[in-house]
């Protein structure tokens, strides 16, 4: 039981922290959080599906186009939800703005795909096992982006152009930097990062549209515990959380431990509204 | 200059204005009140269907209104509520764990039940803003709904639970129909009374000027309480009535669109109004049965709706209706401030103490803003705090507000000290201030705004506000007068309708200083009063000032414009990188070597 509390606390938790970087590219980029961010990982699953079991794709052709789609959908995020309030001094409208486009893509998806779970195809033709690929698949992919965005951040150009950017806009656009298409490109990135969770996740999850609010939630716990922008912090909150239901799911069942998960999130965000990891921002009077 | 006559006049022409203006307000409510009367006369059994459910969901729309549309906060997740109170009756009522209760006692128990639960789904609210309050509501309607499933030996699971049959004579369709009508109605009553009350401009302060509304003495997490426990009870009573409409409920029923479809309705309607989230929710609730084949795209089009209305029309439906705020204003008007009325507004000087810092300091990081200050603000003076930018001249208004704790040193009021980090104490001892950047309102009138700056003032509870009752009557009508009052004092009466938005950035700090007068401040402290003004309101505003002081306030003048500082202050302290650089009477600052160096020029 060991074995399998851990397996799926891994998988499940290493889908969460992905969720969680989504979310904290875009912020870095814009200081917005999307609630598209669940979206993207429930489409990963749901074109994953769509192209490779229903279409009959290569699984290579079939990644490829959910990654691209991706992308897509984060740069329309972008100009549709993001960019048209950012300029707004109220500073509720883009928690709209995200809600409204979600919530228009969910409804979309369970109304032209399904309401109900679809199969997700197996990836790679292997038998099934102990620590099947349902489960290293997420973490490879978690790895895969945590390590990638490390390298991209520090090791190149345009990746130490989006930290200039999310540490000072202003400053970063006064030495000239193209912040508009940095921001674009950020919410490109995201796009891929969100559907990759929910592509590598897909056995696990399933196609299904529903996922989308719960890994919204989920997805969220992880950047609030480890501290806004913050990857690495996203990354072991989201194995705690995914560990941390598994084993209640299986020790107590699954309302304690949704009920836990929630209680757990309220509380540290009231002790300590700005993370476990993250500091507190003086305020501006 | 006016005098007292041609004031109490303008005040009753004002009270005549606004009397017909509230007949004009209410006309939309009667309206309504009488087709909702009427309605089986004309419409069939199954509109009558439609509009209860109307009803239902207004009972908790006008709930969610007060924390959505007035407090601002983004609650998605309110459906949480609804199925709490669903399943709470219909547990309660067929009795599947206890000995069955009256349906009555059940929906009691059920709103009080609710009631709990809303102020623990907006304890997040008191500490977190915007999207993470937004995420904790949609998380809770996530966990609501898992466990109303999993939760089988008292929810039934999948399978649901009958909800409550009414007995007579609410137990036909249109008996019922009457029973959410009068609810509904009463909802709207009792929404209405609070947004026109203190607590209901409180909240709006909240939501735009939260800051502001600290230095009026605003409570912020009494105030979100209160209004939770009141947004949680009525939404719960809705999800009784929801049970009863549905005769059946499972957790299919309560699906996130629901929760979307209320909180939509608030935004259409306008943020600030009950009658816009009003007609928002007829028209939610009434536009599927228009559009048949559209009914499995509603939810789609809500989020469509929600889209265009944030980026096209974001003061929705009330907004629209607002034709006042459409004539043109009067260009180019002179703001004349009557000082002379000043004696009428504020006490008369009871306070003898001084406002005193000793030996201050306050660092942010590693830098010093300020450094060992002493200084003293003595009653019926004027004191200036002058010094080039970053000297710290507004970090030492933000220790004496509160809003920083120094890092050693105290303030103290007459000789007692006061707490740091508690803004909303300041209002209580009659500290009143402005801000650099003018921290209003900008959708609400200028005379709510400066209403808004008496609130503390009131002696009738929230519950009073809620059934209008006499003591929330005469506060309203005290503050009406006073705000008038202050407004007249500043110049700008004439102005009281107007949204302040509107207004031109000089009128703005007007508007500021008339709401600090409200606190009938024993010290006032200005932040830069004088920025964006011509020379002729610097002068107007000078006059005013000093008046303010000699009627025995202390004020603390925070400026750039040296010419009005050496005009009107008794005494002058002249900060440089957080010290004191000089201190005394304009005439021995005047002829200070070094300030005359570092800072006047020359």
Same mark, same amino acid.
């Given at each position: 039981?060991?074995?399998?509390?851990?397996?799926?606390?891994?998988?499940?938790?290493?889908?969460?922290?992905?969720?969680?970087?989504?979310?904290?590219?875009?912020?870095?980029?814009?200081?917005?959080?999307?609630?598209?961010?669940?979206?993207?990982?429930?489409?990963?699953?749901?074109?994953?599906?769509?192209?490779?079991?229903?279409?009959?794709?290569?699984?290579?052709?079939?990644?490829?186009?959910?990654?691209?789609?991706?992308?897509?959908?984060?740069?329309?995020?972008?100009?549709?939800?993001?960019?048209?309030?950012?300029?707004?001094?109220?500073?509720?409208?883009?928690?709209?703005?995200?809600?409204?486009?979600?919530?228009?893509?969910?409804?979309?998806?369970?109304?032209?795909?399904?309401?109900?779970?679809?199969?997700?195809?197996?990836?790679?033709?292997?038998?099934?096992?102990?620590?099947?690929?349902?489960?290293?698949?997420?973490?490879?992919?978690?790895?895969?982006?945590?390590?990638?965005?490390?390298?991209?951040?520090?090791?190149?150009?345009?990746?130490?152009?989006?930290?200039?950017?999310?540490?000072?806009?202003?400053?970063?656009?006064?030495?000239?930097?193209?912040?508009?298409?940095?921001?674009?490109?950020?919410?490109?990135?995201?796009?891929?990062?969100?559907?990759?969770?929910?592509?590598?996740?897909?056995?696990?999850?399933?196609?299904?549209?529903?996922?989308?609010?719960?890994?919204?939630?989920?997805?969220?716990?992880?950047?609030?515990?480890?501290?806004?922008?913050?990857?690495?912090?996203?990354?072991?909150?989201?194995?705690?959380?995914?560990?941390?239901?598994?084993?209640?799911?299986?020790?107590?069942?699954?309302?304690?431990?949704?009920?836990?998960?929630?209680?757990?999130?309220?509380?540290?965000?009231?002790?300590?509204?700005?993370?476990?990891?993250?500091?507190?921002?003086?305020?501006?009077? | 200059?006016?005098?007292?006559?041609?004031?109490?006049?303008?005040?009753?022409?004002?009270? /005549?204005?606004?009397?017909?203006?509230?007949?004009?307000?209410?006309?939309?409510?009667?309206?309504?009140?009488?087709?909702?009367?009427?309605?089986?006369?004309?419409?069939?059994?199954?509109?009558?269907?439609?509009?209860?459910?109307?009803?239902?969901?207004?009972?908790?729309?006008?709930?969610?209104?007060?924390?959505?549309?007035?407090?601002?906060?983004?609650?998605?997740?309110?459906?949480?509520?609804?199925?709490?109170?669903?399943?709470?009756?219909?547990?309660?009522?067929?009795?599947?764990?206890?000995?069955?209760?009256?349906?009555? /006692?059940?929906?009691?128990?059920?709103?009080?039940?609710?009631?709990?639960?809303?102020?623990?789904?907006?304890?997040?609210?008191?500490?977190?803003?915007?999207?993470?309050?937004?995420?904790?509501?949609?998380?809770?309607?996530?966990?609501?709904?898992?466990?109303?499933?999993?939760?089988?030996?008292?929810?039934?699971?999948?399978?649901? /639970?009958?909800?409550?049959?009414?007995?007579?004579?609410?137990?036909?369709?249109?008996?019922?129909?009457?029973?959410?009508?009068?609810?509904?109605?009463?909802?709207?009553?009792?929404?209405?009374?609070?947004?026109?009350?203190?607590?209901?401009?409180?909240?709006?302060?909240?939501?735009?000027?939260?800051?502001?509304?600290?230095?009026?003495?605003?409570?912020?997490?009494?105030?979100?309480?209160?209004?939770?426990?009141?947004?949680?009870?009525?939404?719960?009573?809705?999800?009784?009535?929801?049970?009863?409409?549905?005769?059946?409920?499972?957790?299919?029923?309560?699906?996130?669109?629901?929760?979307?479809?209320?909180?939509?309705?608030?935004?259409?309607?306008?943020?600030?109004?009950?009658?816009?989230?009003?007609?928002?929710?007829?028209?939610?609730?009434?536009?599927?049965?228009?559009?048949?084949?559209?009914?499995?795209?509603?939810?789609?089009?809500?989020?469509?709706?929600?889209?265009?209305?944030?980026?096209?029309?974001?003061?929705?439906?009330?907004?629209?209706?607002?034709?006042?705020?459409?004539?043109?204003?009067?260009?180019?008007?002179?703001?004349?401030?009557?000082?002379?009325?000043?004696?009428?507004?504020?006490?008369?000087?009871?306070?003898?103490?001084?406002?005193?810092?000793?030996?201050?300091?306050?660092?942010?990081?590693?830098?010093?803003?300020?450094?060992?200050?002493?200084?003293?603000?003595?009653?019926?003076? /004027?004191?200036?705090?002058?010094?080039?930018?970053?000297?710290?001249?507004?970090?030492?208004?933000?220790?004496?507000?509160?809003?920083?704790?120094?890092?050693?040193?105290?303030?103290?009021?007459?000789?007692?000290?006061?707490?740091?980090?508690?803004?909303?104490?300041?209002?209580?001892?009659?500290?009143?201030?402005?801000?650099?950047?003018?921290?209003?309102?900008?959708?609400?009138?200028?005379?709510?705004?400066?209403?808004?700056?008496?609130?503390?003032?009131?002696?009738?509870?929230?519950?009073?506000?809620?059934?209008?009752?006499?003591?929330?009557?005469?506060?309203?009508?005290?503050?009406? =007068?006073?705000?008038?009052?202050?407004?007249?004092?500043?110049?700008?009466?004439?102005?009281?309708?107007?949204?302040?938005?509107?207004?031109?950035?000089?009128?703005?700090?007007?508007?500021?200083?008339?709401?600090?007068?409200?606190?009938?401040?024993?010290?006032?402290?200005?932040? =830069?009063?004088?920025?964006?003004?011509?020379?002729?309101?610097?002068?107007?505003?000078?006059?005013?000032?000093?008046?303010?002081?000699?009627?025995?306030?202390?004020?603390?003048?925070?400026?750039?414009?040296?010419?009005?500082?050496?005009?009107?202050?008794?005494?002058?302290?002249?900060?440089?990188?957080?010290?004191?650089?000089?201190?005394?009477?304009?005439?021995?600052?005047?002829?200070?070597?070094?300030?005359?160096?570092?800072?006047?020029?020359?």
């Amino acid at each position: 039981m060991v074995e399998s509390i851990v397996s799926y606390g891994v998988g499940i938790g290493c889908i969460y922290a992905l969720i969680g970087i989504t979310y904290n590219v875009m912020f870095s980029a814009s200081r917005v959080f999307s609630f598209t961010a669940g979206i993207l990982g429930m489409l990963g699953g749901v074109l994953g599906s769509l192209f490779i079991a229903r279409l009959g794709m290569p699984v290579v052709v079939g990644f490829a186009l959910t990654l691209a789609a991706g992308a897509l959908f984060g740069v329309l995020t972008e100009i549709v939800a993001v960019r048209p309030v950012l300029k707004s001094l109220e500073q509720h409208l883009y928690v709209l703005s995200t809600l409204a486009l979600a919530l228009m893509i969910q409804q979309f998806t369970a109304i032209e795909w399904s309401t109900e779970p679809q199969p997700f195809p197996r990836l790679f033709a292997i038998a099934r096992g102990g620590f099947d690929q349902e489960f290293w698949m997420p973490m490879l992919a978690c790895v895969v982006v945590v390590v990638g965005l490390e390298l991209l951040y520090r090791y190149t150009l345009v990746g130490r152009a989006f930290l200039a950017i999310s540490e000072d806009n202003y400053a970063a656009r006064a030495l000239g930097l193209p912040e508009r298409a940095l921001r674009t490109a950020s919410y490109a990135l995201a796009g891929m990062i969100g559907v990759l969770a929910g592509f590598a996740g897909g056995e696990m999850l399933l196609a299904f549209f529903a996922n989308a609010p719960m890994l919204t939630f989920y997805g969220f716990v992880p950047v609030a515990l480890g501290g806004m922008g913050n990857n690495r912090g996203a990354v072991v909150a989201g194995l705690l959380l995914g560990l941390f239901q598994q084993a209640a799911n299986f020790l107590v069942g699954g309302i304690f431990a949704s009920v836990a998960v929630f209680t757990m999130f309220i509380i540290v965000l009231l002790a300590r509204p700005e993370g476990l990891a993250g500091m507190a921002a003086e305020r501006r009077v | 200059m006016m005098d007292m006559s041609t004031v109490r006049l303008q005040s009753t022409r004002a009270a /005549v204005f606004g009397s017909a203006s509230a007949i004009g307000a209410a006309l939309p409510f009667l309206l309504l009140l009488i087709i909702g009367a009427t309605l089986p006369l004309f419409a069939g059994g199954y509109w009558g269907l439609i509009a209860t459910r109307a009803c239902v969901y207004w009972v908790l729309v006008a709930g969610l209104n007060l924390v959505v549309g007035f407090a601002g906060q983004i609650a998605i997740g309110w459906v949480a509520l609804l199925t709490l109170g669903a399943y709470t009756t219909s547990v309660l009522a067929a009795g599947n764990v206890m000995p069955p209760f009256p349906p009555y /006692v059940a929906l009691v128990i059920a709103a009080v039940v609710g009631a709990v639960f809303g102020v623990i789904i907006g304890l997040p609210a008191l500490r977190l803003r915007t999207f993470y309050f937004a995420i904790t509501t949609l998380g809770f309607a996530t966990i609501v709904t898992q466990v109303a499933l999993a939760w089988q030996s008292v929810t039934g699971g999948g399978v649901g /639970v009958p909800g409550p049959i009414l007995p007579e004579p609410f137990s036909s369709p249109w008996g019922f129909y009457y029973f959410c009508f009068a609810l509904a109605a009463i909802c709207t009553w009792m929404t209405a009374n609070v947004a026109a009350s203190r607590f209901g401009r409180a909240l709006t302060a909240i939501r735009d000027a939260e800051v502001a509304a600290e230095a009026c003495g605003i409570a912020k997490p009494a105030l979100l309480v209160t209004v939770f426990l009141f947004s949680g009870a009525v939404a719960a009573v809705a999800g009784g009535l929801f049970a009863v409409l549905q005769s059946y409920i499972t957790p299919d029923a309560f699906t996130f669109d629901l929760s979307l479809l209320f909180f939509i309705a608030i935004l259409i309607g306008g943020r600030g109004s009950v009658l816009g989230p009003l007609l928002g929710t007829i028209l939610l609730t009434f536009l599927p049965e228009f559009a048949a084949p559209l009914v499995a795209w509603s939810a789609f089009l809500y989020a469509v709706l929600l889209l265009v209305i944030v980026l096209v029309v974001p003061g929705g439906i009330a907004e629209m209706l607002d034709f006042r705020n459409r004539r043109p204003l009067e260009s180019n008007r002179a703001i004349i401030p009557s000082p002379d009325l000043l004696p009428r507004l504020l006490d008369a000087n009871a306070n003898a103490g001084a406002l005193t810092l000793e030996q201050v300091a306050v660092s942010f990081g590693g830098v010093r803003a300020i450094d060992g200050l002493d200084l003293a603000i003595q009653p019926q003076q /004027v004191h200036g705090l002058i010094g080039p930018n970053g000297s710290g001249k507004t970090t030492v208004l933000n220790v004496i507000s509160g809003y920083y704790a120094p890092l050693a040193g105290v303030a103290k009021l007459n000789g007692v000290a006061l707490p740091a980090h508690a803004q909303h104490n300041r209002a209580q001892l009659r500290i009143a201030r402005t801000f650099q950047t003018p921290r209003l309102i900008g959708a609400a009138s200028v005379l709510h705004n400066v209403m808004i700056g008496g609130t503390i003032d009131g002696c009738g509870s929230f519950v009073e506000s809620l059934l209008s009752l006499p003591r929330h009557r005469r506060d309203e009508a005290v503050l009406h =007068e006073q705000a008038m009052l202050a407004l007249a004092t500043v110049g700008l009466e004439q102005l009281a309708p107007v949204r302040v938005d509107r207004l031109p950035h000089s009128a703005l700090r007007f508007v500021e200083i008339a709401r600090a007068l409200m606190l009938r401040p024993a010290f006032l402290l200005l932040d =830069e009063p004088a920025a964006g003004l011509s020379a002729e309101e610097i002068r107007r505003l000078g006059a005013l000032i000093v008046a303010v002081a000699r009627q025995g306030a202390g004020v603390l003048l925070v400026e750039h414009h040296a010419d009005l500082i050496f005009d009107i202050c008794d005494h002058i302290t002249v900060l440089n990188l957080g010290r004191i650089l000089a201190a005394g009477t304009p005439t021995e600052i005047r002829s200070h070597r070094e300030v005359v160096n570092a800072y006047l020029g020359g």
